[in-house]
């Protein structure tokens, strides 16, 4: 059976290549992707799924539904295509859509034989306000066996974790006063941030090793000769696990009110994105996918190390997952970077994306054909 599913997918290769190059050529930041979303959702009517636009009331968001309307179990491949500022698909996230995109066709095709379903999600804005976290909240993910995506780096790596994160917001309100005939008549928010910062500054002697707090000033005042009524701080709060980061907040939490309290401003905290948990890596369902890779002729795959923090994580929760690395450079490339967007495009990348797609559909075939305990 996987010997159709690779006749499907050398079928596919050249509109494989040219969804992914369509992508790269057209980049869009996060909840903007309506080029991206569009060509990944007309190549699944084209392969007979029933999408879903605007998924969830999100403009960019698609659920596909290909199904054998037969007993089995339920697979789900996640399309990331989002772009970075400037840099454009420097996380590859054109591979990433076409990949998951490309799994779900090729497995489709044999899904009548096999039974159940396969799932294709489009989801926006992995790079800053995760789709797949409103996903997850809303329980869509409860309707799979397994969820699967594929990532390209400069080497090929098991799936593995990734941190969990929470973004939060400090908007601190004074009162404005002339800082030199009268600052005793103000209250100066931007102290209260520089008081935030010194105090998280401590916290860092009395937090984990995995722990990870960097911030940015937003908003410090508009003139020097002003007390500012208003200073406003972001800041990422990042551990290995979600547990970890709650704990983290509550304490900077208090550290905020603190610095409040000693200028007289008053505090206004909230998200300013949404959080994202660590990554769950179900091992059986990444032995498979590792044996597939290595049945496709890449045998050198290395241990993964923590990525960073990815909307992956919350889908991790609830079902089983997995989000591995396909190489796509024979040299080191540094991800979000333009040198990593082009290597997605080049002889490698398109080699790898095929490849890259009929490992998901391998595994997919694994997970319905009962091949891995889940």
């Not at 707090?213 to 290995?240: C, K, L, S």
Request: proline letters at 3%.
């Amino acid at each position: 059976m996987k010997e159709l599913l690779f006749n499907e997918g050398q079928n596919l290769k050249e509109v494989l290549c040219e969804i992914s190059e369509y992508i790269y050529h057209n980049p869009e930041l996060g909840n903007q992707e309506f080029k991206s979303s569009e060509k990944l959702i007309s190549f699944l009517e084209e392969h007979n799924f029933i999408v879903e636009r605007e998924f969830l009331g999100l403009k960019t968001a698609f659920r596909a539904v290909y199904d054998s309307n037969k007993p089995g179990l339920t697979v789900g491949y996640l399309c990331e295509y989002d772009a970075l500022p400037e840099i454009g698909h420097g996380c590859g996230h054109n591979m990433i859509g076409t990949m998951s995109a490309g799994a779900g066709v090729i497995l489709s095709k044999i899904l009548d034989q096999v039974g159940g379903r396969v799932i294709v999600y489009g989801t926006p804005a992995e790079e800053t306000d995760g789709a797949k976290v409103i996903f997850a909240e809303q329980g869509v993910f409860e309707e799979l066996d397994a969820a699967m995506m594929l990532h390209p780096s400069d080497k090929t790596c098991a799936s593995g974790t990734s941190t969990a994160i929470y973004p939060l917001q400090f908007r601190y309100k004074g009162k404005n006063a002339h800082a030199a005939s009268c600052p005793q008549d103000g209250i100066n928010a931007l102290n209260s941030v520089i008081q935030l910062f010194n105090g998280i500054d401590a916290l860092r002697q009395h937090v984990t090793p995995d722990v990870r707090m960097h911030g940015i000033i937003t908003n410090g005042g508009v003139a020097a000769n002003i007390v500012p009524d208003e200073a406003v701080a972001q800041f990422y709060f990042r551990a290995a696990k979600k547990e970890t980061v709650m704990e983290l907040v509550e304490k900077v939490k208090n550290i905020a009110q603190g610095a409040a309290l000693m200028t007289g401003a008053t505090l206004e905290m909230e998200r300013f994105e949404l959080p994202y948990d660590d990554l769950r890596t179900h091992e059986n369902l990444s032995e498979a996918f590792n044996e597939n890779l290595r049945i496709l002729g890449i045998e050198d795959i290395q241990e993964n190390e923590d990525f960073g923090s990815s909307d992956i994580g919350n889908v991790s929760h609830i079902v089983p997952t997995i989000h591995p690395n396909i190489g796509i450079s024979n040299c080191r490339v540094i991800g979000h970077s333009r040198e990593m967007a082009d290597a997605t495009i080049s002889e490698l990348g398109h080699e790898r994306l095929l490849i890259g797609t009929l490992a998901l559909a391998y595994t997919g075939y694994d997970v319905l054909t009962n091949k891995v305990e889940l």
